[in-house]
């Protein structure tokens, strides 16, 4: 059963980083540990947290979190967290840097390493420290959502933690930081939100709150990220974007579905997450399409489109328009074992909640479909 409503305190608008502060007093933060990435420190994201707080130095900063976060940056974290005697943590940009900062603070009340945790939430016995997320792209709504994705190396299938306890303290979601997002992170962020959204709506738990929603997201997608991606200023455009960003975050917590499981499969490589599932979600839906038609009727409906059977190509055609390949091997993803690979994800977590749960045969054919170049 999932929960109809678990979300943080949320602070959404522009210039909603302004109550980052008093936020920090409210968690009761002396000495918070702010988690980040080499690319937001150089693009001077970091300046203006520091410039809100009215710190003249700033607080102390992690900023070692890869691509795809891993366990050596999470132990890395951990220890400075540990050594520099902090207690919170605030994490600004996109959704490794936020995952990376949930582990950190779940091993700061927890012995280590994080490899204890992932796909063993039962081991999870206390609250992490208190996290602030701050996005500074919309897409993975990791923000709200009580779960990180955390590689065991650079070249690695992500593994999964997931409890409520996890679900960060405060999220200020300010669309500001993303009216610099290149064209292409804007679209494959943006489309990672849609897929949170429509596996969220498809998963078969019964959750009207949740549904609704994932189906406001789905809209807002459809409506705003092209011209999101046309002219990256458009301040209602991103707006909006973000809003979905966070629909899709609450979206997951009735499951996600075999564009996830595909796209975990395929994440040994070190591409990116988002665009991985947003290549895979077209197929996954064609599929879908046949399996569960009433709700692929809904999601028409939310789309614009007369019929479930329109939303793959609906997808698709969203896909190309903002730049998007339509195949994993068009990502530079090699030859592998298509048994494996196959095999892995019909075996995947994300699969429990999926309305239909495609067999091995069924992968193999989606990921054979994917795999050309």
Same mark, same amino acid.
């Given at each position: 059963?999932?929960?109809? %409503?678990?979300?943080?305190?949320?602070?959404? #608008?522009?210039?909603?980083?302004?109550?980052?502060?008093?936020?920090?007093?409210?968690?009761? %933060?002396?000495?918070?540990?702010?988690?980040?990435?080499?690319?937001?420190?150089?693009?001077?994201? !970091?300046?203006?947290? &520091? =410039?809100?707080?009215?710190? &003249?130095?700033? *607080? =102390?900063?992690?900023?070692?979190?890869?691509?795809?976060?891993?366990?050596?940056?999470?132990?890395?974290?951990?220890?400075?967290?540990?050594?520099?005697?902090?207690?919170?943590?605030?994490?600004?940009?996109?959704?490794?840097?936020?995952?990376?900062?949930?582990?950190?603070?779940?091993?700061?009340?927890?012995?280590?390493?994080?490899?204890?945790?992932?796909?063993?939430?039962?081991?999870?016995?206390?609250?992490?420290?208190?996290?602030?997320?701050?996005?500074?792209?919309?897409?993975?709504?990791?923000?709200?959502?009580?779960?990180?994705?955390?590689?065991?190396?650079?070249?690695?299938?992500?593994?999964?933690?997931?409890?409520?306890?996890?679900?960060?303290?405060?999220?200020?979601?300010?669309?500001?930081?993303?009216? &610099?997002? *290149?064209?292409?992170?804007?679209? =494959?962020?943006?489309?990672?939100?849609?897929?949170?959204?429509?596996?969220?709506?498809?998963?078969?738990?019964?959750?009207?709150?949740?549904?609704?929603?994932?189906?406001?997201?789905?809209?807002?997608?459809?409506?705003?990220?092209?011209?999101?991606?046309? #002219?990256?200023?458009?301040?209602?455009?991103?707006?909006?974007?973000?809003?979905?960003?966070?629909?899709?975050?609450?979206? !997951?917590?009735?499951?996600?579905?075999?564009?996830?499981?595909?796209?975990?499969?395929?994440?040994?490589?070190?591409?990116?997450?988002?665009?991985?599932?947003?290549?895979?979600?077209?197929?996954?839906?064609?599929?879908?399409?046949?399996?569960?038609?009433?709700?692929?009727?809904?999601?028409?409906?939310?789309?614009?489109?007369?019929?479930?059977?329109?939303?793959?190509?609906?997808?698709?055609?969203?896909?190309?328009?903002?730049?998007?390949? #339509?195949?994993?091997?068009?990502?530079?993803?090699?030859?592998? #074992?298509?048994?494996? %690979?196959?095999?892995?994800?019909?075996?995947?977590?994300?699969?429990? &909640?999926?309305?239909?749960?495609?067999?091995?045969?069924?992968?193999?054919?989606?990921?054979?479909?994917?795999?050309?170049?």
């Amino acid at each position: 059963m999932a929960p109809l %409503m678990q979300v943080p305190r949320i602070h959404f #608008d522009f210039g909603a980083i302004a109550v980052l502060g008093e936020e920090i007093a409210c968690q009761k %933060m002396k000495r918070p540990l702010l988690v980040t990435d080499r690319t937001l420190i150089d693009v001077g994201a !970091i300046e203006r947290v &520091s =410039a809100v707080l009215g710190a &003249s130095s700033g *607080p =102390a900063v992690f900023a070692e979190v890869p691509p795809n976060p891993t366990a050596d940056a999470v132990g890395l974290g951990a220890s400075l967290y540990r050594d520099g005697r902090h207690d919170g943590l605030i994490a600004v940009g996109g959704g490794s840097v936020i995952d990376c900062a949930k582990a950190i603070a779940l091993l700061a009340t927890h012995p280590g390493p994080i490899s204890t945790y992932l796909g063993h939430a039962d081991r999870i016995v206390t609250a992490p420290a208190p996290l602030i997320a701050v996005p500074t792209t919309a897409g993975t709504g990791s923000e709200v959502s009580r779960g990180c994705g955390i590689h065991p190396d650079g070249r690695s299938r992500a593994h999964g933690t997931n409890h409520p306890l996890m679900v960060p303290s405060v999220a200020v979601c300010d669309p500001e930081p993303t009216l &610099s997002l *290149p064209e292409r992170l804007t679209a =494959a962020t943006g489309l990672d939100a849609l897929s949170h959204c429509i596996e969220g709506f498809l998963a078969n738990a019964a959750n009207p709150l949740v549904d609704a929603i994932a189906l406001d997201g789905v809209r807002r997608i459809f409506t705003h990220l092209r011209r999101a991606v046309e #002219d990256g200023r458009n301040r209602e455009a991103r707006w909006h974007v973000m809003m979905a960003a966070v629909a899709g975050g609450v979206s !997951i917590y009735k499951g996600l579905g075999p564009a996830h499981a595909i796209a975990n499969t395929c994440g040994d490589r070190g591409l990116h997450h988002g665009t991985l599932v947003t290549v895979a979600l077209p197929p996954v839906l064609r599929l879908m399409a046949v399996k569960v038609p009433q709700k692929m009727s809904a999601l028409a409906d939310a789309i614009g489109v007369a019929g479930g059977t329109a939303v793959p190509e609906s997808v698709a055609t969203l896909n190309a328009a903002v730049g998007m390949p #339509d195949t994993i091997g068009a990502l530079g993803y090699g030859s592998h #074992d298509l048994y494996e %690979m196959a095999h892995d994800a019909a075996t995947s977590f994300f699969n429990r &909640s999926t309305p239909y749960r495609p067999t091995t045969d069924d992968y193999r054919r989606l990921i054979s479909e994917l795999m050309r170049a």
